[in-house]
C-alpha cells in the first residue's frame, strides 16, 4: 500500500496498482466480465460487494479489478473512505443527491451550478417531493439563513464551472454540520490535487471524471468520493440505480490519472499566462479564473485550493452581436468548438449564465475557454487572430 504521506504526484503514480497480482505488469489489466463463476456455493451467497471479500467480485455490474483499481487511486486522493465509478459525471451528481433525499426533504443548490445539475435540481426532484432552492453563488456561513427543518443536503461547486464564482467551503460545511446537513461538492475544475473537499469538511466529494482523469476526450466516466458516514448510502443508491462504469472507460481513467499532475501543471501555468494578457485587450470586459489576484474568489482560492486548471472564461465588452462572436470562434485554429474540457487539446464555447437566487447582471457575451497542452505562444496568436476577426465582422 502506498504511504498517504507523499506528496499527490507521488500517489497519482502510484496508487492502485499491483504489478505482483497481475505477474508483473505495471498497468492493471482490462478486466471484461459480467458473470464470475465460484467454486463454492458459500462464498457466491456471501459476496455482497468486493470491498469485504478482497480479491472476489462477486457481479461485473459491482465492479473488476479495473475498476477497483482507479477507485482507489481516487479515494487517496481525495483522503475518501470509499469511492464509487459510475457512467458520467451527471451520473455521480444525480446519484448522489438520490442517495441523499427523500420525498418531503429541501435542497440547497449553488446557484452557479453546471446545467444539467440545475435541470435536475429544479425539474426532477420536486416531481419526487423534494422541494429545492437556489443560493448565491458565493455563499459562505450566511447559508444557514436558508436552512430549513426539513433541509438534508447542500450542493456547491467551486468555482462554478461557467462563471467561476467561489464559494466559503469550511464555513458552509461548519453551518451544515451544525444541523447535521450533509455537503455535496463537484469537484472537476481542481480536481483532488487542486483541492481535497473532504479536508475542508464537505461530505462527499464528485468528478465528472471524463475531463481531467481521462484527459484525452476518449471516455464517459463519473466518481463518487465518499467519507464514513456517506458511503453506504451513496453505495446503496449505486447497485439500485444500476450504476458501474464499463471496464474500457475505467482502465482509460486510470491510464489518464497517471499523467494528471503535469497536464494540470501545464494547462493551468498556460491559462494563467493568457489570463493575464486577455485582461489587458479592449474587447474583453472581464476575465473569470479564480487563480488572477483581482478575481472576487482569489482569497478563498488561495486559502483553500493548491492548485488550478485550464478552464476559465472571458466577459467581452457590451455590443458585440453573435455573428462577430461566430467569426471569432470558427475562424480558430488550434480552439476547437465543443463541450467539456480538461483533454489535452484547447476547446472554446459561449455561455448564456442562468441564475434564481441572485440575477446575472452582466449583459456581455461569455465564452468559456479550455486550455489543453499546446504551446502557450501558439495559443495566444491564435486568440490574437480571433480578436482581428471579432473586431472585423
Not at 443560493?135 to 436558508?146: F, L, N, Q
Request: proline share 5%.
Amino acid at each position: 500500500m502506498t504511504d498517504r504521506r507523499n506528496k499527490p504526484a507521488t500517489l497519482v503514480t502510484h496508487l492502485g496498482r499491483n504489478p505482483q497480482r497481475q505477474f508483473g505488469a505495471v498497468n492493471p489489466p482490462v478486466v471484461r466480465a459480467s458473470t464470475v463463476i465460484f467454486d463454492k456455493l458459500e462464498d457466491f451467497e456471501s459476496v455482497r460487494d468486493h470491498r469485504s471479500h478482497p480479491g472476489r467480485f462477486g457481479y461485473g455490474r459491482f465492479g473488476t479489478i479495473t475498476t477497483s483499481s482507479l477507485e482507489e487511486v481516487v479515494s487517496g486522493l481525495e483522503g475518501a473512505a470509499e469511492s464509487f465509478l459510475v457512467s458520467s459525471g451527471l451520473a455521480a451528481i444525480t446519484t448522489s443527491l438520490l442517495a441523499l433525499l427523500t420525498a418531503g426533504d429541501h435542497l440547497l443548490v449553488v446557484d452557479c451550478a453546471y446545467g444539467p445539475t440545475r435541470v435536475f435540481c429544479s425539474k426532477v426532484l420536486p416531481d419526487l417531493g423534494i422541494a429545492v432552492d437556489f443560493v448565491p453563488s458565493d455563499v459562505g456561513g450566511e447559508i444557514a439563513d436558508h436552512f430549513r427543518e426539513n433541509t438534508r443536503a447542500v450542493y456547491l461547486e467551486s468555482p462554478g464551472s461557467l462563471t467561476f464564482e467561489m464559494q466559503d467551503l469550511p464555513a458552509v460545511a461548519a453551518a451544515a454540520k451544525a444541523r447535521g446537513i450533509v455537503t455535496v461538492m463537484d469537484n472537476t475544475w481542481a480536481s483532488p490535487l487542486g483541492c481535497r473537499p473532504l479536508a475542508l469538511g464537505i461530505d462527499i466529494s464528485v468528478h465528472a471524471a471524463t475531463k481531467h482523469f481521462v484527459g484525452h476526450s476518449d471516455a464517459m466516466l463519473g466518481v463518487i468520493s465518499c467519507n464514513e458516514e456517506t458511503a453506504a448510502a451513496v453505495q446503496r443508491m449505486v447497485r439500485a440505480l444500476g450504476q458501474s462504469a464499463g471496464s474500457e472507460e475505467a482502465y482509460l481513467g486510470q491510464r489518464g490519472v497517471r499523467s494528471l499532475h503535469v497536464r494540470l501543471e501545464r494547462a493551468s501555468a498556460s491559462a494563467l499566462e493568457l489570463c493575464r494578457w486577455l485582461q489587458g485587450r479592449p474587447e474583453v470586459a472581464r476575465v473569470l479564473y479564480p487563480p488572477l489576484p483581482d478575481d472576487p474568489g482569489h482569497a478563498l482560492w488561495k486559502r483553500d485550493f493548491t492548485g488550478a486548471c485550464g478552464l476559465f472564461a472571458i466577459l467581452l465588452e457590451e455590443g458585440y452581436e453573435k455573428p462577430a462572436v461566430a467569426a471569432m470562434l470558427e475562424g480558430y485554429e488550434l480552439f476547437g468548438i465543443g463541450a467539456s474540457w480538461g483533454g489535452y487539446e484547447s476547446l472554446v464555447r459561449t455561455e448564456v449564465p442562468r441564475r434564481s437566487a441572485r440575477s446575472w447582471d452582466a449583459s456581455g457575451v461569455v465564452i468559456r475557454y479550455s486550455i489543453g497542452l499546446e504551446d502557450c505562444e501558439d495559443l495566444r496568436r491564435d486568440l490574437e487572430s480571433g480578436f482581428n476577426r471579432l473586431n472585423a465582422t
